[in-house]
């Protein structure tokens, strides 16, 4: 009997070695175990044994049972431990190594420009105002004292969308809109993203953002318009910014101006930025043509006023040294992080 003995219970351990995971060790299990294991198929045998030794017998196999069942119960123990060691060392994690970084978000330097304008402009009390970045002929160019014959109009200048229904060329519509809807006196600036039919380069891009002013009162001159450029240009650029007003042609503004600011680069004593002129060109201005007033029911004999726009990749680019306008389209982390 000891053979059986030494057989079944060195079976056992041989194939205890080889069990990997829980499911193995239950399968085992039972093969020795279990109601038709191999201990259990060994104590069905009582019957062929003489009857004076079937409590012999009897004893016999329950000792191998209860050495089966020590074995199994210290593998399984040290089968958990081995499992729950390898699944800590998959999971382990050094915490003396640094943490991992998380980047904080922030905004686009476009962003924080036409933030900056809005601050600005808030204080000197103008509305923000927003409107539609398609949208008709009428509002785009008629309204503004843009005739067909105009070149903007041309559909190389300009997308349409349909015979009357563009992508806008300027937010001088939102101006368009707000008189409208509006009785005079306002003061508003109208920031928002443009369209025109440019070649991608340096300076130009078909889809930019632009910010426009607009300030309608009684008795508005010339020399309210360049107060008020004056103050915008300092609070942005700094220090003290002048601002010259060279006559140019605008059809929606008479009279018109291209406005320069002296240069914040040299102090307008003349460098590379301002090609020895001590002036930078900013933006376009002009006293409200009455033909825009008479458009949206504003009588001009009563009511004047100036608007003024500029690009805010424009200003931007002079603020931070920025000599390519592309950068603000490239999702280049590096450059947006300025």
């Known amino acids: 009997m000891k053979e059986i003995k030494d057989r079944i219970l060195n079976d056992l351990n041989e194939n205890i070695k080889k069990v990997a995971n829980i499911q193995e060790f239950q399968v085992l299990k039972s093969k020795f175990l279990g109601k038709k294991g191999e201990i259990s198929n060994l104590m069905k045998e009582i019957s062929k ?7 012999e017998f009897g004893a016999f196999v329950n000792s191998i049972k209860k050495e089966a069942e020590e074995i199994l119960e210290e593998a399984f123990l040290n089968l958990k431990k081995k499992l729950k060691e390898e699944e800590e060392k998959k999971n382990w994690v050094d915490i003396t190594l640094p943490g991992a970084k998380r980047r904080i978000g922030y905004e686009h330097i476009l962003k924080q420009t036409i933030r900056e304008i809005y601050d ?3 204080s000197m009390g103008y509305k923000i105002v927003e409107g539609p970045e398609i949208e008709t002929t009428w509002h785009n160019f008629d309204a503004l004292n843009t005739p ?27 101006q368009v809109r707000t008189m409208l809807n509006n009785e005079p006196p306002l003061a508003i600036i109208s920031p928002g993203r443009v369209y025109r039919k440019d070649e991608p380069d340096a300076t ?6 632009q910010v426009e002013g607009l300030y309608i009162d009684k008795n508005v001159t010339v020399g309210h318009l360049k107060a008020t450029l004056e103050r915008f240009l300092t609070m942005y650029f700094g220090g ?4 010259l007003l060279r006559p ?6 008479e009279p018109g101006y291209e406005v320069d600011v002296d240069c914040m680069f040299c102090g307008g004593k003349g460098c590379n930025v301002c090609k020895g002129t001590g002036w930078i060109e900013i933006l376009g201005a002009g006293l409200v043509h009455p033909n825009v007033l008479k458009n949206v029911g504003y009588d001009p004999d009563e009511w004047q006023g100036f608007a003024f726009g500029t690009g805010v990749e424009r200003i931007a680019m002079l603020k931070h040294g920025i000599s390519d306008m592309r950068e603000f389209y490239k999702n280049d982390m590096r450059f947006l992080g300025l």
């Open 49 to 55: 044994i003489d009857k004076d030794k079937r409590k």
């Open 120 to 122: 600005i402009f808030s």
């Open 148 to 174: 067909d014959w105009h070149p903007a109009r041309d559909m190389q200048d300009t997308f349409y969308i349909k015979d009357n229904i563009i992508l806008r060329t300027h937010t001088s519509p939102v």
């Open 204 to 209: 130009h891009s078909p889809a930019f953002n």
């Open 240 to 243: 003290s910014r002048k601002v």
């Open 248 to 253: 140019s042609y605008f059809p929606f503004v």
